[in-house]
């Protein structure tokens, strides 16, 4: 080959001949004039350029151009010979030495330090005539879209290290969204999954300050990546769901849960993770072979029933949204994610979505449920008696090692403190005939159920460690705010023969478990060093307390007056919204803290005013 390089001489600027000139390669006439090397090489005949570049254009003889136009198949032999050239001239670049950057040593390292994909996006099949479309098999192939956008944080990588412990001591463990494997550094994260990296940095910080400045940057992505410019992978749908789950972290005037959710419930849509893959094959296409089937992986399983999670805790929250529907597919994942053969995270995610299953059977309106029309009505006995049996094979079905984990057991006593409410707090009156005292003795045992209830999720709030009670999302707000209410009513309630008020207020008072809860979130910043942002925006932490002063507002205005000078102490020591003593609180008006922008429409205050008066709990004989 070098000896017929050697004995040929280049053609002059603009002197190629057709095929050389298609195929943009150099022509090389050979020494005996008859061809040029290529088409001597490819068994072609060497006809002259129909036009010289920048200059008069040469009418070639008509013999040739009929022999050009009658050969379809030449040129498509010729377009593949381009591309492989192309494909060929790729691989002698992807082999030649790289010369890599220095190896980053923090996370704000830019896109531009690493590694370039090595694998082609198309592969010419010769054989069948066909192009395939080639993508990476690993995420590392790959760059993200949005890892310059994330790149903007430079965090150290301990402290990175260390916050990524925390996100899933205290976060993942409680929503079991996503499987970060323990040998999965924060810096493998960061390059896997930025979006996700960035959520786990904002929720684990220490710095309030900083968790506001990531705020800015998940909007952006948000709203430039996601909604303008249409951006969808999995990465950016855990981020989705991850923000909305710990979304008041980042709350501010506005609630924002219901429109993420739903963003959420589209990213899954588009990705069609919410069927199964055999069930919408690819269209078939002349040019491209379909791809194989491919079978869904455990992630895709999981970020479904995730993506489900978080639409039945929307819906606990809010009441604006109802839980995505549930579908044959989704049945599978929730059995395949029971076995945990991955995680044990998996085992607790399907008992949490197995739960919310049950409440929402308890709590969604009738299908012809009129807009502002009344309350719901108490399910049948034997509903309840069927969700009890339900809820007890969930509690049984848990391998031995999880039926003590704090995440599951909040959701299993939650879900029988709803049974419970049901058949007690929401039931018919007595009936005024009822001569031998049997329903009103089951009335009593029914109620006792539910304070038992609600005391034992109330010890398992108590008891949770500082360093992991920080990753309680948004549903276990919702999940608090029930169980005072149901602890309000208990304490309350005069109607029912029988019924200590005294003794229920001595076991379980809302206003000294409210008083208890503001003081055991008070020494959460100290025992963890989270400092407060500067400026009038406040932390999580740091506004508890007038949020806990609004839900006490909200209580006092609806007791009974004779009922405040009873044995409720801590009801006593707070200034009620007329007279800032202890006593006269009938008013409809709200103290003028309660009038702060984050507290107006808050998740816990959003729903507990009209379930406090709710009339279904009357007792008074009909």
């Not at 040739?64 to 001239?89: G, N, Y």
């Not at 005037?253 to 959710?261: A, D, G, I, S, V």
């Not at 809010?318 to 579908?327: A, C, M, Q, S, V």
Request: aromatic share 8%; proline share 7%; with cysteine.
């Amino acid at each position: 080959m070098a000896t017929d390089s050697a004995s040929c001489s280049p053609a002059p600027y603009g002197r190629a001949c057709a095929g050389c000139s298609r195929a943009k390669c150099k022509c090389f006439y050979r020494a005996d004039g008859s061809s040029c090397e290529r088409c001597h090489r490819l068994g072609k005949a060497c006809e002259p350029a129909l036009a010289v570049r920048k200059r008069k254009a040469r009418t070639p003889p008509p013999s040739s151009i009929a022999t050009t136009s009658t050969q379809p198949a030449s040129r498509l032999e010729e377009k593949l010979d381009d591309i492989v050239t192309l494909l060929r001239s790729q691989k002698q670049t992807q082999d030649q030495p790289r010369r890599h950057t220095r190896q980053p040593t923090r996370h704000g390292t830019s896109a531009s330090s690493l590694p370039a994909p090595q694998n082609p996006d198309v592969m010419i099949d010769t054989t069948a005539n066909v192009i395939h479309l080639v993508r990476p098999a690993s995420p590392e192939a790959s760059i993200s879209p949005i890892l310059e956008d994330v790149s903007v944080h430079d965090i150290p990588d301990t402290l990175a290290e260390e916050q990524l412990g925390i996100f899933r001591l205290a976060f993942i463990s409680h929503f079991p969204l996503v499987h970060i494997p323990a040998t999965t550094t924060a810096y493998e994260l960061r390059r896997q999954r930025p979006f996700l990296w960035l959520l786990a940095m904002a929720l684990s910080t220490r710095s309030t300050t900083q968790q506001f400045a990531m705020e800015e940057t998940i909007w952006h992505i948000i709203s430039r990546k996601i909604v303008t410019e249409h951006l969808m992978n999995l990465d950016l749908l855990l981020g989705v769901v991850c923000f909305s789950a710990w979304y008041h972290y980042f709350k501010q005037e506005k609630p924002f849960m219901c429109m993420l959710t739903q963003l959420a419930v589209s990213l899954a849509f588009d990705l069609g993770i919410h069927q199964d893959a055999a069930a919408n094959p690819p269209r078939r296409s002349r040019v491209l072979a379909p791809s194989p089937h491919r079978p869904r992986t455990m992630e895709e399983r999981r970020t479904i029933i995730a993506v489900f999670r978080l639409t039945s805790s929307t819906w606990s929250a809010y009441r604006k949204i109802e839980p995505l529907r549930w579908t044959p597919y989704m049945d599978e994942c929730l059995r395949i994610l029971s076995e945990g053969k991955e995680t044990q995270g998996d085992i607790v995610l399907a008992a949490q979505v197995k739960c919310q299953i049950i409440t929402y059977q308890l709590t969604r309106p009738p299908t012809n449920y009129p807009a502002g029309g009344e309350s719901l009505k108490a399910p049948s006995t034997i509903l309840t008696d069927a969700l009890l049996r339900q809820l007890n094979d969930i509690r049984q079905s848990l391998p031995a090692d999880l039926r003590s984990h704090r995440a599951a057991q909040f959701y299993l006593d939650y879900t029988e403190i709803k049974i419970r409410e049901s058949q007690s707090l929401l039931a018919q009156p007595l009936a005024a005939d009822d001569a031998a005292g049997l329903s009103n003795l089951q009335r009593l045992q029914e109620l006792d159920a539910a304070l038992t209830a609600v005391e034992r999720w109330l010890g398992l709030l108590f008891e949770w460690p500082a360093r992991e009670c920080v990753g309680a999302d948004a549903e276990m707000f919702a999940q608090f705010s029930q169980c005072l209410v149901v602890l309000f009513k208990l304490g309350t309630l005069e109607q029912l023969p029988g019924w200590d008020l005294a003794e229920v207020r001595q076991r379980a008072d809302v206003f000294a478990v409210l008083d208890r809860f503001s003081a055991f979130v008070a020494v959460l910043p100290g025992k963890l060093g989270i400092v407060d942002a500067d400026g009038p925006r406040r932390g999580l932490l740091f506004k508890v307390n007038l949020l806990v002063r609004a839900i006490k507002a909200l209580f006092l205005a609806e007791m009974p007056g004779h009922a405040q000078q009873g044995p409720t102490a801590a009801a006593d020591s707070f200034p009620t919204p007329i007279s800032g003593s202890g006593e006269g609180s009938e008013t409809a008006d709200l103290p003028e803290f309660m009038m702060e922008p984050y507290l107006m429409d808050d998740v816990l205050l959003n729903m507990m005013y009209d379930d406090i008066q709710l009339p279904a709990w009357d007792f008074s004989v009909g």
